[in-house]
């Protein structure tokens, strides 16, 4: 089945350590996103990907950085320098880097700092 | 800029019941596109429905129905004869023909009572 995962569905972690966060999808597709949700907020894009090697900032990037090393993964690490992470945190994922095409989304992670 | 504004934060239905969102809507670009995603209690977002701005015709698939009036940049959905499984965050976002991201409402918290 084609999909995009992300994996672990929970993860708790100390104030001040790094953490890593996983998205995987086999749907070939070439732009994936990183989005953060905040309780009665909607979604704000933290990097995007339109291509493997390449990734921009989207709106919240401070404190966070990725990596496009393969199609198919874009990991997000939410460093110690990000001041508030307990959030969920969602990838999305769509064929090309255009407004006209929907994005498909995981399951999400919800990061719990303690 | 662009900016969605879903103003209802929660809708408390009874099962049977018709609901109304409302989404509302900033962008001074004449080319852009409209989205819907429902977010149930897992977590995951699932794409509902998408429309261009050239494309004023209303949409109906099963029981759900959407309304877009560029005249007062609304792109409003209707569930008709709600059901428990519609309780969900529903989110209305905006994209641009030109660029990737997409802006979403703050979103909409459903709960349809057996």
């Known amino acids: 089945d084609g999909g995009i995962t992300q994996s672990p569905k929970y993860l708790f972690r100390k104030e001040g350590q790094n953490v890593t966060l996983s998205c995987e999808q086999n749907l070939n597709h070439d732009a994936m996103y990183w989005y953060r949700q905040d309780p009665g907020q909607g979604l704000r894009l933290i990097y995007y990907s339109q291509i493997v090697n390449d990734f921009q900032k989207g709106d919240i990037a401070e404190g966070y950085s990725v990596s496009r090393e393969k199609k198919e993964s874009f990991p997000l690490t939410v460093t110690s320098a990000q001041k508030n992470p307990t959030a969920f945190y969602l990838c999305?994922?769509?064929?090309?880097?255009?407004?006209?095409?929907?994005?498909?989304f995981g399951p999400g992670t919800r990061l719990t700092v303690l | 800029a662009q900016k969605v504004t879903q103003a209802q934060t929660e809708i408390s239905v009874v099962e049977k019941e018709d609901v109304t969102l409302d989404c509302v809507y900033e962008?001074?670009?004449?080319?852009?596109?409209l989205f819907w995603y429902k977010q149930p209690p897992s977590g995951e977002l699932v794409f509902l429905i998408r429309r261009n701005s050239f494309d004023e015709q209303n949409e109906i698939s099963g029981r759900y129905s959407w309304n877009f009036q560029k005249s007062t940049s609304s792109f409003n959905f209707t569930i008709t004869a709600s059901q428990v499984v519609d309780s969900a965050v529903y989110f209305c976002a905006l994209s641009l023909s030109n660029d990737y991201k997409l802006s979403f409402g703050a979103g909409t918290t459903v709960t349809v009572r057996a």
């Open positions: 962008t001074r670009d004449t080319t852009y596109y």
């Open positions: 999305a994922s769509n064929y090309r880097l255009a407004g006209y095409n929907e994005q498909f």
